[in-house]
């Protein structure tokens, strides 16, 4: 096996390594124009000798296996859209816990999914260019440091998205 074998496929949030999809694929290319959940299953049965793929994960590899089937036909898919990442940047101090509380609950309201991660390492956060804590990271960019926002604020940031 070598390291051009392995494939990187979304399973949401995350990436994964997928050894021998691409052969995978070309085995079931004959499949082309019969259900998904046939091919999902043929793909499945090829790809899970060789890689670990946890029972409760199985549907979710599944429908990565046939988007990645899809894509090498060149037929159209529909990628599953990632939501905002939003970090939270400060060592665990009372305005820290109410930034984390507000974004949570402005989420809620808006319904919005979204990647919410709070950093709490003083290295991680200093990597940031922050130096005043609480700090919010929307999608990369710094919103505010040093003060928690309103909750007017943070929604106006939010629907910007």
Not at 54 to 65: D, G, L, V
Request: glycine share 8%.
């Amino acid at each position: 096996m070598s390291i051009d074998d392995v494939t990187q496929i979304s399973l949401g949030k995350y990436k994964v390594g997928i050894t021998g999809l691409k052969g995978a694929i070309e085995e079931v290319k004959s499949l082309r124009g019969r259900p998904d959940d046939e091919i999902a299953q043929a793909l499945f049965d090829r790809l899970k000798p060789q890689n670990y793929i946890p029972a409760s994960a199985r549907e979710e590899y599944q429908r990565a296996f046939v988007r990645e089937y899809k894509k090498a036909l060149g037929e159209r898919i529909e990628e599953e859209q990632p939501g905002p990442v939003i970090k939270i940047l400060g060592p665990g101090c009372p305005n820290c816990h109410r930034l984390e509380q507000l974004v949570l609950a402005v989420l809620s309201e808006m319904h919005l999914a979204a990647e919410v991660e709070h950093v709490r390492n003083l290295g991680q956060i200093a990597a940031h260019g922050v130096f005043g804590t609480p700090a919010l990271i929307i999608n990369n960019q710094v919103k505010i440091m040093g003060k928690v926002p309103t909750r007017e604020e943070l929604k106006k940031w939010l629907a910007e998205l």
